[in-house]
């Protein structure tokens, strides 16, 4: 059948149309799960960092039991009141000056109950971001655990930063040294010396993801610089 | 007015068999392989993925055929997309929001169903030309051909690759003290493929009438 320039402007526009407003209703009607989920993906990120496994079941419960405090500090160290570390999207922070930047830091209490600091870091790998959280004894200088993420690394190369192996060695190492100066820890090629406190092997064919990963550590890190170095700061 | 058909009729049995085994999409058009070698290195996700599957050829063929003589033929490519593409985001938005630890495993495939050739393929062939109920059995029938390879393949390649099936170990502990040890290889796409070779040949070999002369 031959139809009409006309027809097909008015039939391709009506379908647009009814498609565009049946997305919108099920996309809207659908956010508020979608959001949840997100947030218990971050809480079990979080004590992923502290190695304590947790469900999408318990996470939330998990959370609030060893999370006993979040925080929002500037590069100076004086906590902001009113903001909940949790909804700090550290992303839009690192686009800022330092100075500038809202610093969100949870505090976990473990069995043992051993303090432990919990800073989330943000960075940039090969083909899209890659994140993570950093746990610290509380001396603020050793490593606890760590836990990082990535969105769309090479399987097998850079996406092995999301391995457990690969979190493993950072286990112990230190940001600061004996100076306290703040040094961060390195990814290095060709693997770190056995003593190195602040070296890790990077992964070998993912370069540019170790040396993102290295970069995304010690700029996240840096800002927090203050509060580390001050011992006193009170719960 | 010709005679209403029986919703069971036996030409719909065919239209429903045909695609389980000699129009089978994977095993004998070789369509909808990428997919295939993508998402069946475990079991949970490859369900998943075919249940998928299966909701939007059966809704898509549902829906062009409904709207079939509506249809301008020069923009009918468009149309059929613009359809497809409406359900996998309807699909991809619910699976985000009920099994999000599945979707993100299943990440840019989900999105990818639209350009599955099964898909398109059933709506020129089928739903263009054919009434709705027909061509939703149509399209199930397909989605399902396309799924039954795929669980087949998850199946094997998670108990060989990785001992579990469905995220439960099952080879017996005595078994790996033995010496037994899950297969590697089985894991990466290239066993996929080699699976569904063995499955092409289990299929030819069963139903001599797909051997060519």
Redesign the interface.
Known sequence: ?N?SNK??II??SV??VT?AI??TF??IG?KP??EY?RR??KMQNILSSVHINTT?KNAEDLFKKYIIKQIVIDSKGNEQKNIVAFDVNVEKQIHLPQEKRLLPIFICKTDNNEIKYIIPVYGKGLWGPIWGYVALNDDKNTVFGVFFDHKSETPGLGAEIATLEFQKQFVNKKLFDENGNFVSIKTIKGGAPKNDEHGVDAISGGTITSDGLTKMLFETIKPYENFLKNKNIEL | MSQKEPLFSSKIKNTFLGPLNKNNPITVLVLGICSSLAVTVQLKPALIMAISVTIVIGFSNLIISLIRNTIPSRIRIIVQLVVIAALVIIVDQILKAYVYDVSKKLSVFVGLIITNCIIMGRLEAFALGNKPWPSFVDGIANGLGYGIILIIVAFFRELLGSGKILGMTVIPDFLYKAGYENNGLMILPPMALITIGVIIWIHRSWNKTLIEK
């Open positions: 059948m139809y027809y097909i039939y391709s379908m647009v498609v049946l997305l099920v996309a659908l799960q979608q989920n218990v993906e999408t």
